[in-house]
């Protein structure tokens, strides 16, 4: 006899008919799906869902209608915010419309007034022409009605004396006007020095001096452009290089590591990696089809910032001990203990407790997190917040996950920089009271002088996530598949050279 599916089960078989890979991954995961989200997967890929057939009176005759009344004023309102949208889009299309004829018209007629300016400067030498030769012909004719008709000799000698004295005037007139408009007074003056051979000297001096200072800032600039985009922070130990956002592309990320040497074979060797801090994962990480080339691009970007934060850790433990040496402490020293107790969560002053919870993470642990809660570096939390562990928030910005439970209120904390996120996870095991596990057992390591290794650690991390014990053991299968455990020893590089890249 056939067994009768509930609805639930009716719409997971339907999701292996269609081969609905997000159902499925999820079943393997051993995550269960409530009926609402399955539903929505499955509308999602355009699926069509079946009725269930175990719905009661109630349902048929109040339930459904009453959501059919809804969804109908659900489409109405929407049809009317439509309505609205499509009125505001004719209203800034008929704007876009009338500014464009507008500025059409005016370009028409600025054109137009060119073509009459150009026009009416073909015409002038034609105009011209034509003045000339009705001025001439009419001298022309002057002179020989003069030449050829008897006139009295002495008025005759008149005229052309006074027509020659009005041109002579004229042209005197208008030469002086021109040397009157062009006439410059320090012109005079460069005029007259030059009369002293001392001034000469003086004159010249000035003007080789103004042609080396005009040289001088065009070669300025040349030097500024070579500089790398490299933000480099300078200090006493190790030279730090800041790649900045500059959403840059896998193949740029890869030909980088090339160009620097840059070879995890070589760093399990030699336990030493270069204080090279990407500020985000590569956009397009995802595409790369070898895995193992994808895993170690994630591990080349992650390794020294986790080393980085250990380091500095390590450096304020070293203090913290000499502080508790002395005798006699300076304000400078109270006023820094002080604040790493209120850094570390610390109350009433255990010192005893700052030093437990001041110490390292284990660099395989913290890089098996990462991988695991980032995807590798190609989550959307990774991409968008530079959320490398998927911390949780209820206060802070944060990224909303697309699936969850309506009841609960997180976020994913998201941060600027990858090397924030690095930080904030370092803290969270260091100070929340879901991690004493992992304090005390570190301490118990430090204790007997053992090193603190990742698997140890691992081990207590079962409310991590949700999955409790099952977590902790995909992480401890990350650090032994992936050889994580050989980047423990590494520390930065003490070299004081400046990697430059050719922008």
């Known amino acids: 006899m056939k067994k009768k599916l509930s609805y639930r089960d009716k719409l997971l078989e339907l999701a292996y008919i269609y081969s609905v890979k997000e159902i499925q991954d999820y079943t393997k995961n051993r ?61 800034e299309n008929y704007k876009y419309d009338t500014s464009r004829k507008i500025n059409h018209g005016l370009h028409n007629l600025w054109k137009s007034i060119g073509n009459i ?14 003045v000339i030769g009705f001025f001439g012909n009419l001298f022309t004719d002057v002179f020989n009605s003069i030449y050829n008709q008897q006139i009295d000799q002495k008025s005759a000698r008149n005229v052309i004396i006074v027509f020659f004295g009005v041109v002579v005037i004229t042209t005197a007139v208008i030469v002086g006007l021109n040397n009157y408009k062009d006439f410059n ?11 002293v051979k001392e001034k000469k000297k003086e004159v010249k001096k000035p003007e080789i001096k103004t042609k080396k200072e005009v040289k001088k800032p065009e070669i300025k600039p040349k030097k500024e452009v070579k500089k790398p985009d490299i933000k480099v922070k300078k200090d006493k130990k190790v030279t730090d290089s800041i790649l900045p956002d500059l959403n840059l592309k896998t193949q740029t ?23 090279i801090y990407f500020t985000q994962f590569p956009s397009d990480l995802d595409e790369l089809q070898n895995v193992k080339l994808k895993k170690e691009t ?48 610390v109350k009433n002053g255990k010192v005893e407790e700052l030093m437990k919870r001041m110490d390292i993470i284990p660099t395989s642990l913290a890089l098996a997190q990462a991988a695991k809660e980032s995807g590798w570096g ?41 090397r924030a996120s690095v930080k904030s996870y370092i803290n969270n095991l260091n100070t929340h009271k879901s991690y004493k596990k992992l304090r005390e057992k570190r301490s118990d390591l430090r204790s007997k002088k053992t090193r603190i290794g990742g698997l140890k650690l691992s081990e207590t991390l079962d409310n991590y996530a949700e ?21 423990e020893p590494v520390t930065l590089t003490k070299s004081k050279k400046v990697i430059e890249i050719n922008s």
């Not at 995550?31 to 109630?58: C, H, S, V």
């Not at 910032?305 to 508790?324: G, H, P, Q, S």
């Open 378 to 418: 190609t989550s959307r939390f990774a991409l968008e917040g530079n959320a490398m562990f998927g911390q949780w928030t209820w206060t802070g910005q944060g990224i909303e996950p697309l699936f969850k439970d309506k009841s609960k209120k997180h976020r994913v904390l998201k941060f600027p920089i990858l």
């Open 253 to 275: 990320v890869l030909n980088l590591f090339e160009d620097v040497n840059y070879d995890l074979n070589k760093v399990r060797r030699d336990k030493k990696v270069k204080p």
């Open 185 to 195: 007074f320090e012109k005079k003056i460069e005029v007259e020095k030059p009369k």
């Open 298 to 345: 994630f591990i080349k970007i992650v390794l020294p910032l986790i080393v980085a934060e250990n380091e500095k850790i390590l450096e304020d433990r070293l203090k913290l001990k000499t502080v508790l040496k002395k005798k006699m402490t300076t304000e400078a020293e109270k006023q820094w203990l002080r604040q790493k107790l209120l850094e570390y969560k």
């Open 31 to 91: 995550k269960n799906l409530t009926t609402g989200q399955i539903e929505l997967i499955l509308k999602k890929n355009k699926i069509a869902i079946p009725k269930d057939f175990k719905t009661n009176f109630f349902k048929e005759n109040f339930t459904k209608p009453i959501s059919k009344i809804k969804t109908n004023f659900v489409d109405y309102k929407e049809e009317k915010i439509r309505d609205k949208n499509r009125f505001l889009r004719k209203i």
């Open 467 to 487: 999955t409790g014990k099952e977590y902790t053991k995909v992480i401890a299968q990350i650090i032994k598949e992936n050889r994580l455990a050989d980047f």
């Open 117 to 130: 300016g150009v026009n009416f400067l073909n015409i002038l030498p034609k105009l011209g022409s034509a």
